[in-house]
């Protein structure tokens, strides 16, 4: 199921052999919460060089229903034939629902109707959509959470994961757990012993990158990781800069997700080698070579600053098109690059000359 290929010191590549394929990480992953990476299709993204992404198991549900993906399963719905994540929800039903959560599960209401989304649930839903890797539902707290909210959280973390690991039928089908416990040592530590005693494909680390001090984040990193046995891919929610994904494979992250390159790129951003930069700025009116010179992806190679700054200036979609699809390229690139270094043990002069030129 996985398999490490190569080590520098804590930094290591490795296979993730799923139901679609063989994941070579460290793998990057589109976020493509309801069955979509905004503005891109997925032979683009196979183009590209995508090997996975991950999609929303809530949305999903809610929208066109795990029913209907039943039918079909995900993969044909949306013409993919690689890996397919699917995150429970969690995380959005805090950010994004007015609900009760409650040991038996959260609820909330969406047009009049009340939806009570349990670990069961959330599992039955993903098992129906036919992803190859779901994600247990956990609770995930905010930053300026107490010890005591979080310990509490904690509990029902765990809880959960039992539930979800209890309910889970799909043998096709690997799941992963999420660890929580805020940026308390202690907590993230018991929740890890819980976890492993439960037994999961793979573990993620949970509720960091929600508004922590990097500082912190990094810190809480760099204490979790090794508590996870090295036998098992982990995973890092929701870290997309390329710094901090630099950073984290240092310490032994193998997965990643975030909406952070097309995010930026529908926000004008591009993500260069040199460093981020606003394409609607007035100097790149005229500029007439590529958003970045190193870069080969098909923007770069056929497209100018100025037409991409024309675009944007005149609220064209393929603007927005046009610079995910560099972004996106810019951040799998890197992970390429970042897997060659590991298997030749140059990882951290490889992650030294990145830095340097992308913060200047």
């Known amino acids: 199921?996985?398999?490490?290929?190569?080590?520098?010191?804590?930094?290591?590549?490795?296979?993730?052999?799923?139901?679609?394929?063989?994941?070579?990480?460290?793998?990057?992953?589109?976020?493509?919460?309801?069955?979509?990476?905004k503005t891109l299709t997925s032979d683009e993204l196979d183009e590209i060089g995508v090997e996975a992404i991950i999609s929303n198991a809530l949305h999903l549900y809610l929208n066109p229903g795990a029913n209907v993906l039943e039918n079909i399963g995900i993969h044909r719905f949306m013409n993919w034939n690689k890996t397919v994540f699917t995150d429970s929800g969690g995380f959005q039903i805090i950010r994004d629902f007015n609900l009760k959560v409650t040991n038996k599960g959260p609820m909330f209401k969406i047009n009049k109707t009340n939806h009570f989304f349990t670990p069961e649930k959330c599992t039955q839903t993903q098992n129906q959509i036919g992803?190859?890797?779901?994600?247990?539902?956990?609770?995930?707290?905010?930053?300026?959470?107490?010890y005591e909210t979080v310990a509490h959280s904690l509990k029902r973390t765990i809880e959960w994961a039992n539930r979800c690991k209890n309910t889970h039928k799909n043998t096709k089908q690997l799941i992963f757990g999420i660890i929580q416990g805020g940026v308390f040592p202690d907590l993230r530590k018991t929740c890890v012993e819980e976890l492993l005693k439960?037994?999961?494909?793979?573990?993620?680390?949970?509720g960091?990158?929600?508004?922590?001090?990097k500082e912190e984040m990094f810190r809480t990193l760099n204490y979790t990781i090794p508590l996870i046995p090295k036998n098992k891919p982990r995973y890092m929610m929701g870290l997309g800069s390329p710094g901090d994904i630099l950073e984290s494979i240092s310490l032994g992250v193998d997965v990643f997700d975030s909406a952070f390159p097309t995010r930026n790129a529908r926000h004008r951003t591009a993500i260069t080698t040199n460093g981020n930069f606003e394409i609607t700025k007035k100097k790149y009116a005229d500029d007439f070579s590529p958003v970045d010179e190193k870069c080969i992806c098909c923007t770069c190679k056929n497209y100018t600053k100025a037409y991409i700054h024309h675009l944007f200036k005149e609220k064209e979609l393929l603007g927005m098109r046009l610079l995910s699809i560099h972004n996106l390229f810019f951040i799998l690139n890197m992970m390429r690059n970042a897997r060659k270094a590991i298997r030749n043990n140059e990882f951290d002069e490889f992650k030294k000359d990145f830095m340097e030129k992308y913060y200047g």
């Open 131 to 146: 992803s190859d890797v779901a994600m247990v539902l956990d609770d995930c707290p905010s930053y300026e959470s107490s």
């Open 1 to 37: 199921m996985f398999e490490v290929v190569a080590e520098e010191k804590d930094a290591r590549t490795g296979e993730l052999h799923t139901k679609h394929g063989v994941v070579e990480t460290p793998c990057f992953m589109p976020v493509a919460t309801k069955a979509t990476v």
């Open 198 to 206: 439960i037994g999961f494909d793979g573990y993620a680390v949970g």
């Open 208 to 213: 960091l990158t929600i508004g922590e001090p």
